[in-house]
């Protein structure tokens, strides 16, 4: 199945999508009319079927027989993921829809067998998160592979003019490897470790080019056959890689069925070649995460049509031209003084190679002869660390359970984690409940919004200043002034102009004076013109956004019942939210607020804190909205045990839910940061906070602090 970027949905919503049957419609026709044969033979099957779908149907979903064969053809889609063992495909399959591929994958398989070998995964060694493998490569020159960007980014980086491994344990780099086996039953392996060539800047193709190095006594495979042509509709493929079970598929029954409860092995999934855009070729084929960076092959030509890159959920999947692919390489390897070797290094007898390392010193006197073993000397500078991590568990754990669901992580295999009570979530994001009537703007001249002496005597946290796209702030005429801070009940927001959305919301918290208040609906803020605010462009149902709070619905609410009814009242006005994905503003991020007041001075149990999105200029547009990638919060607050002001800056990543790159194990969602790398990426200055926070000295290129419980934080 397309996607493994799925956000983890509630029961509610996963119905909805198994039952969106116009989608599911739309598709089934597609397939019909693109692929005749499987037409027949699935009308045929259907057929002897008929009997017995009709009471599994009736007994189980209440739905009529014609709905359920429907949606057992689109949801199975006709299309077999296939086991690869001794390097070929095991042409065994059982589903009486899928017999066609039977006979086109028989004939096709001269064809296949030459690009089985050439195809590896990704192996990595002191990953952070202990995981040991991230995604699919494949060999397209002697000693070159190339994988996606968003697999390349999880374990390296570019420094000055080269592409070096991030950090990983303990100070120590990455290490990466690429095995060209890892089939089922395989009794052993062919590693070879790799130097980072390139990695494509987000604005460029999905791509990235790694370079082989040799190992003593073992061979490469023979580089795959890359078309001269165009992929056209309708022609037969295969995708060959690795997938890897998807946590947050929302019909986990529908996906170990289709790849049969078996991953992280090789695999060959056929399909058919859907359409293309300017840039970009769409396939059918059943592809997870770890399917990212596969092969697409033609099974009538034998040669490499698309690099696999991503997939929307039972929609399409996305490939890059085999034409776009070498044409970056070829840019790539003239920019490099690295070019790539004309024979694989691993054929070639040592007369050869000092032959070729000869003429290569003749024409470029600035590269070694190791340069002709990719050996890759740099590597020595600084490196920035920028890493999140798809892990979003709808469960409260606790310490043991945390434990084990970190220890299969860093095993390699997703985790099963025992049934727990579910996290405490503001729903209200979630919904659209508006105001039945709107405020006015004279509602508004007793708010007073953030104090920055809220924290005691002798102590001033002002607000943060911009020090980037300072013209882009909104400003509003407020009782004959020109103001751009929009006060609330014990918060205050600035607005972005051109994204119509929250820069930053600081807020004042009493955790002695917090009262419970009920949920109110939204509404637009009459102050500023409602062609400024975002009320329902990007927000709904999946896969529409949530209205996430920046100031958190309980943190305003305290004081006096009048006034925390009204900062309750207040957060649920649409300045104070950016677009995220359903369900994902919960867990440790909305846990962050109350750790830090179990933290704060006894007799005051205060805090400030500050929250904004950092507004990218790469942010992708998703339903014409700009939607922000990555978030950051800063907390301020005097410390308990010492006295003294301290503050912490956090950063939460959505990337893996937003883009349309598939699942990589290893990223990080949420991390402790230091202040001042959250005033550089968001264009703000904190002022004072930056020197009291506990990171201060720790430089941007250290590793992160990956919270996966909130006892990781640091505040001293």
């Given at each position: 199945?397309p996607?493994?970027?799925?956000?983890?949905?509630?029961?509610?919503?996963?119905?909805?999508m198994?039952?969106?049957?116009?989608v599911f419609d739309?598709?089934?026709?597609?397939?019909?009319?693109?692929?005749?044969?499987?037409k027949?033979?699935?009308?045929?099957?259907?057929e002897?079927?008929?009997?017995t779908?009709?009471?599994?149907?009736?007994?189980?979903t209440g739905?009529?027989?014609?709905?359920?064969?429907?949606?057992?053809?689109?949801?199975?889609k006709?299309?077999?993921v296939?086991?690869i063992?001794?390097?070929?495909?095991?042409?065994?399959?059982?589903?009486?829809?899928?017999?066609?591929?039977?006979?086109?994958?028989?004939?096709?398989?001269?064809?296949?067998?030459?690009?089985?070998?050439?195809?590896?995964?990704?192996?990595?060694?002191n990953?952070?998160?202990?995981?040991?493998?991230?995604g699919?490569?494949?060999?397209?020159?002697?000693?070159i592979?190339?994988?996606?960007?968003?697999?390349?980014?999880?374990?390296?980086?570019?420094?000055?003019?080269?592409?070096?491994?991030?950090?990983?344990?303990?100070?120590?780099?990455?290490?990466?490897?690429?095995?060209?086996?890892?089939?089922?039953?395989?009794q052993h392996?062919?590693?070879?470790?790799?130097k980072v060539?390139?990695?494509?800047r987000d604005?460029?193709p999905?791509?990235?080019?790694?370079?082989?190095e040799?190992?003593?006594?073992?061979e490469?495979?023979?580089p795959?056959?890359?078309?001269?042509?165009?992929?056209?509709?309708?022609?037969?493929?295969?995708?060959?890689?690795?997938?890897?079970?998807?946590?947050?598929?929302?019909?986990?029954?529908?996906?170990?069925?289709?790849?049969?409860?078996?991953?992280?092995?090789?695999?060959?999934?056929?399909?058919?070649?859907?359409?293309?855009?300017?840039?970009?070729?769409?396939?059918?084929?059943?592809?997870?995460?770890?399917?990212?960076?596969?092969?697409v092959?033609?099974?009538?030509t034998?040669?490499?049509?698309?690099?696999?890159?991503?997939?929307?959920?039972?929609?399409?999947?996305?490939?890059?031209?085999?034409?776009?692919?070498?044409?970056?390489?070829?840019?790539?390897?003239?920019?490099?003084?690295?070019?790539?070797t004309s024979?694989?290094?691993?054929?070639?007898?040592?007369t050869?190679?000092?032959n070729?390392?000869n003429?290569h010193?003749?024409?470029?006197?600035?590269?070694?002869?190791?340069a002709?073993?990719?050996?890759?000397?740099?590597?020595s500078?600084?490196?920035?660390?920028?890493?999140?991590?798809p892990?979003?568990?709808?469960?409260?754990?606790?310490?043991a359970?945390?434990?084990?669901a970190?220890?299969?992580?860093?095993?390699?295999?997703?985790?099963?984690i025992?049934?727990?009570q579910?996290?405490?979530?503001d729903?209200?994001?979630?919904?659209d409940?508006?105001?039945?009537s709107?405020?006015r703007?004279?509602?508004?001249?007793?708010?007073?919004?953030?104090?920055?002496?809220f924290?005691?005597?002798?102590?001033d946290?002002?607000?943060?200043?911009?020090?980037?796209?300072?013209?882009?702030?909104?400003?509003?005429?407020?009782?004959g002034?020109?103001?751009?801070?929009?006060?609330y009940?014990?918060?205050?927001?600035?607005m972005?102009?051109?994204?119509?959305?929250?820069?930053?919301?600081?807020?004042?918290?009493?955790?002695?004076?917090?009262?419970?208040?009920?949920?109110?609906?939204?509404?637009?803020?009459?102050?500023?013109?409602?062609?400024?605010?975002?009320m329902?462009?990007?927000?709904?149902?999946?896969?529409?956004?949530?209205?996430g709070?920046m100031?958190?619905r309980?943190d305003p609410a305290?004081?006096?019942?009048s006034?925390?009814?009204?900062?309750?009242?207040?957060s649920?006005?649409v300045?104070?939210?950016?677009?995220q994905?359903?369900?994902?503003?919960?867990?440790?991020?909305?846990?962050?607020?109350?750790?830090?007041l179990q933290?704060?001075?006894?007799?005051?149990?205060?805090?400030?804190?500050?929250?904004?999105?950092?507004?990218?200029?790469?942010?992708?547009f998703r339903?014409k909205?700009?939607?922000?990638v990555?978030?950051?919060?800063?907390?301020?607050?005097?410390?308990?045990?010492?006295?003294?002001?301290?503050?912490?800056?956090?950063?939460?990543?959505q990337?893996?839910?937003?883009?349309?790159?598939?699942?990589?194990?290893?990223?990080?969602?949420?991390?402790?940061?230091?202040?001042?790398?959250?005033?550089?990426?968001?264009?703000?200055?904190?002022?004072?906070?930056?020197?009291?926070?506990?990171?201060?000295?720790?430089?941007?290129?250290?590793?992160p602090?990956p919270?996966?419980?909130?006892s990781q934080?640091r505040?001293v």
């Amino acid at each position: 199945m397309p996607g493994l970027r799925a956000p983890p949905l509630n029961d509610k919503t996963t119905l909805k999508m198994r039952n969106r049957k116009p989608v599911f419609d739309d598709y089934f026709a597609e397939l019909m009319a693109a692929d005749t044969a499987v037409k027949e033979e699935m009308v045929t099957a259907l057929e002897v079927r008929k009997r017995t779908l009709v009471v599994e149907s009736l007994g189980s979903t209440g739905n009529s027989a014609s709905e359920f064969v429907r949606e057992t053809v689109v949801l199975t889609k006709g299309r077999p993921v296939l086991d690869i063992k001794a390097g070929a495909a095991v042409i065994e399959i059982t589903e009486v829809e899928s017999q066609i591929w039977r006979k086109r994958l028989t004939e096709a398989a001269p064809l296949l067998a030459p690009h089985i070998p050439a195809v590896g995964r990704i192996e990595v060694a002191n990953h952070p998160r202990g995981v040991d493998w991230l995604g699919t490569a494949w060999l397209l020159r002697d000693n070159i592979i190339v994988t996606n960007r968003h697999v390349a980014d999880a374990f390296a980086h570019a420094n000055g003019s080269e592409f070096t491994f991030r950090m990983g344990f303990d100070g120590q780099p990455m290490q990466g490897t690429v095995d060209f086996i890892e089939e089922f039953d395989a009794q052993h392996s062919a590693e070879f470790p790799f130097k980072v060539v390139h990695i494509e800047r987000d604005d460029g193709p999905d791509l990235a080019f790694l370079r082989i190095e040799p190992v003593a006594g073992q061979e490469l495979p023979n580089p795959v056959i890359l078309s001269s042509t165009a992929a056209q509709g309708g022609d037969q493929v295969a995708v060959i890689g690795y997938p890897a079970r998807d946590p947050y598929f929302p019909d986990p029954d529908l996906m170990d069925r289709i790849f049969n409860h078996r991953y992280d092995k090789k695999r060959l999934a056929p399909g058919l070649i859907t359409g293309s855009d300017r840039d970009r070729i769409f396939h059918d084929c059943s592809t997870l995460g770890g399917n990212s960076g596969g092969e697409v092959v033609s099974l009538k030509t034998g040669q490499a049509v698309a690099l696999h890159f991503a997939g929307t959920l039972f929609t399409k999947n996305h490939a890059i031209p085999i034409h776009t692919v070498a044409q970056r390489l070829d840019d790539v390897l003239r920019r490099s003084s690295h070019p790539v070797t004309s024979v694989s290094p691993n054929k070639t007898d040592p007369t050869m190679l000092n032959n070729n390392t000869n003429t290569h010193a003749n024409t470029n006197t600035n590269t070694n002869a190791n340069a002709n073993i990719n050996v890759n000397t740099g590597g020595s500078g600084s490196r920035v660390v920028e890493v999140t991590i798809p892990l979003h568990i709808r469960v409260e754990l606790g310490e043991a359970q945390l434990s084990a669901a970190v220890a299969g992580v860093a095993s390699g295999v997703v985790p099963t984690i025992p049934p727990a009570q579910p996290v405490t979530v503001d729903l209200s994001a979630d919904d659209d409940f508006f105001e039945t009537s709107e405020a006015r703007v004279e509602d508004y001249r007793d708010r007073k919004g953030y104090q920055s002496k809220f924290l005691g005597s002798g102590i001033d946290i002002p607000l943060p200043t911009l020090t980037d796209n300072q013209d882009d702030t909104l400003t509003y005429m407020f009782e004959g002034k020109q103001q751009a801070l929009l006060p609330y009940m014990h918060f205050s927001v600035l607005m972005s102009k051109s994204r119509r959305m929250c820069r930053f919301s600081a807020c004042n918290i009493d955790g002695k004076k917090s009262l419970r208040t009920s949920r109110s609906g939204w509404q637009y803020d009459p102050r500023i013109p409602k062609t400024a605010q975002i009320m329902k462009e990007c927000y709904g149902n999946p896969p529409k956004f949530s209205r996430g709070h920046m100031t958190r619905r309980e943190d305003p609410a305290w004081g006096t019942k009048s006034e925390a009814d009204l900062g309750n009242r207040d957060s649920m006005h649409v300045t104070n939210t950016t677009p995220q994905v359903q369900m994902f503003n919960g867990g440790i991020w909305l846990s962050l607020e109350d750790y830090a007041l179990q933290n704060a001075r006894e007799d005051g149990m205060r805090i400030c804190v500050f929250t904004g999105p950092f507004l990218a200029k790469n942010d992708p547009f998703r339903f014409k909205i700009k939607i922000p990638v990555t978030f950051w919060k800063v907390i301020a607050f005097i410390h308990d045990e010492t006295g003294q002001l301290c503050a912490t800056g956090y950063t939460m990543s959505q990337k893996s839910f937003i883009g349309e790159e598939e699942f990589v194990f290893g990223r990080f969602e949420h991390a402790q940061r230091p202040i001042r790398e959250i005033e550089r990426r968001a264009g703000i200055s904190f002022g004072q906070l930056a020197e009291v926070d506990p990171l201060n000295n720790q430089p941007e290129s250290a590793t992160p602090i990956p919270l996966t419980q909130l006892s990781q934080i640091r505040f001293v």
